[in-house]
């Protein structure tokens, strides 16, 4: 799929500030995720994987600046003048855009079912998580 067969996206999320942004052409879906580990706890971070052909990222100038710790695989992509983080590259979904559900312009949180995710245990966790997606 290009540019300019999707038509316009059907949910954005992005920064506080609004140099980062990612336009989502797929509907939201009924189950989020919520881990406990060390980053997402601290980002309050809900995840929703979105194939990359479904996403655009759009950035100001320089304003996308990553983190990376551990094993390196995670890109933790967030603003560099806000702060704010409304995707990144997860290491348990790489050919995916992980968007946080909580920068998604207008998403009502009540109607998700938000599934708690134990990333403290990271490598258990993950293949029940890969098979539910």
Do not use: Q
């Amino acid at each position: 799929m290009n540019d300019d067969d999707r038509g316009e996206p059907l949910h954005t999320a992005s920064c506080h500030c609004g140099r980062v942004r990612v336009d989502v052409f797929a509907p939201l879906p009924d189950r989020v995720y919520d881990c406990n580990c060390s980053i997402c706890t601290r980002k309050a971070y809900l995840h929703w994987f979105v194939p990359k052909d479904l996403a655009r990222i759009t950035v100001e100038g320089d304003a996308l600046a990553t983190y990376t710790f551990n094993t390196g695989r995670a890109r933790h992509h967030f603003c560099s003048v806000c702060g704010a983080a409304p995707f990144y590259i997860a290491r348990s979904h790489p050919d995916d855009l992980d968007v946080n559900v909580r920068c998604v312009e207008g998403a009502d949180l009540s109607k998700l079912t938000i599934v708690p995710f134990d990333g403290r245990n990271w490598e258990r966790a993950v293949e029940r998580l890969r098979a539910e997606n």
